[in-house]
């Protein structure tokens, strides 16, 4: 029999985690979210008022239904709350080291059929599920930014993962109105392994003065359809995130498609991260 996924935790509350409280808690779920600290609280909390504010200010969403979803999201430090979950999402800076930690803690926490499940773009499922008694229980739920609007996740199963958390983790992703893809454990999944070769290869065209910033962006927005040109999308997702991304898939593929473009560390190195630093390939006030 199915699972019934009624309480789900989050850990961590950065743009992508507060983005996925915010669509659990849509859905009518209960939420737990997890921070280290405080101050990631705070600003946890203050992603889920500017995202829900904007949806209030817009008319798609009544005050009173912002209370009662707000409501539903539970925000604190301690790993310990999420004891009853049926599912925890981990959403946490993509590093291995941190991530084995969250997730070697949490098994000592949660219940023996309770799913684990990381929002990792770039890190192996495989590895992270084996700093836990539970690998069979361990998928990646890849969500894309921003959660809220994009309806596409990522169901990662590795080699070891019971295909019934798979089948259920499905269903659930069903139950949050998106679209789940299912996929196995390789760098970059479906959707980035196809984006990022094609990201990357935009910067090279700006590196080489070949067009403008904004012409290359236009050509994709109004020659393609696109919703963005990909350097105003690399500037939402993050320089940062997308090094890690391609050196990642460049380090498993050795595919030269993915090798980052030198300009990309660059700016990296000089702070511009794109929208979340104020400045990437664009400035934002
Ligand atoms: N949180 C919540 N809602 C948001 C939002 C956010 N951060 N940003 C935009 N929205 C909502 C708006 O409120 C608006 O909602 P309504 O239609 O209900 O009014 C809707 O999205 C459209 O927004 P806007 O009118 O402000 O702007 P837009 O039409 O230009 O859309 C966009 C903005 C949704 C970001 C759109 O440009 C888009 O889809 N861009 C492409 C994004 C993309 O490709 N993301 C994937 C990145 S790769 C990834 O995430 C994977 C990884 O591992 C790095």
Redesign the pocket.
């Known amino acids: 029999m199915a699972r019934d996924i009624r309480n789900v935790g989050v850990v961590g509350l950065g743009t992508m985690g507060a983005?996925i409280a915010e669509v659990l808690a849509r859905s009518g779920l209960a939420v737990t979210a997890v921070e280290l600290d405080d101050a990631g609280v705070e600003r946890g909390r203050e992603h889920l008022r500017n995202?829900t504010g904007?949806?209030v200010a817009?008319g798609?969403l009544g005050e009173t239904e912002r209370d009662e979803l707000l409501g539903r999201i539970s925000l604190g430090t301690d790993l310990a709350a999420l004891a009853d979950a049926d599912l925890v999402i981990e959403a946490i800076p993509e590093s291995l080291e941190l991530k084995a930690e969250v997730f070697a803690r949490l098994d000592g926490i949660i219940g023996p059929e309770t799913i684990l499940a990381s929002n990792t773009?770039s890190l192996s499922i495989t590895e992270i599920g084996m700093h836990t008694s539970r690998p069979g229980k361990v998928v990646g739920t890849?969500f894309?930014?921003?959660a809220?609007?994009?309806r596409l996740i990522e169901v990662v199963r590795t080699v070891v993962t019971e295909p019934d958390v798979v089948t259920d983790v499905v269903e659930f992703a069903g139950r949050l109105g998106k679209t789940p893809v299912v996929m196995g454990d390789r760098a970059g999944f479906i959707?980035?392994a196809l984006?990022f070769g094609y990201l990357n290869h935009a910067v090279r065209m700006y590196e080489q003065r070949y067009a403008t910033r904004e012409d290359l962006d236009a050509a994709m927005r109004y020659g393609c359809g696109y919703?963005?040109g990909p350097l105003a999308?690399l500037d939402?997702?993050g320089l940062d995130?997308a090094y890690e991304?391609l050196d990642t898939m460049y380090h498993q593929s050795r595919n030269r498609l993915h090798a980052p473009a030198p300009l990309l560390k660059q700016m990296i190195t000089a702070g511009l991260l794109g929208r979340k630093s104020g400045r990437g390939f664009y400035t934002y006030q």
């Open positions: 983005g995202s904007r949806a817009k798609k773009s890849h894309f930014n921003p809220p609007v994009l959707a980035n984006l919703p963005m999308l939402l997702i995130t991304i």
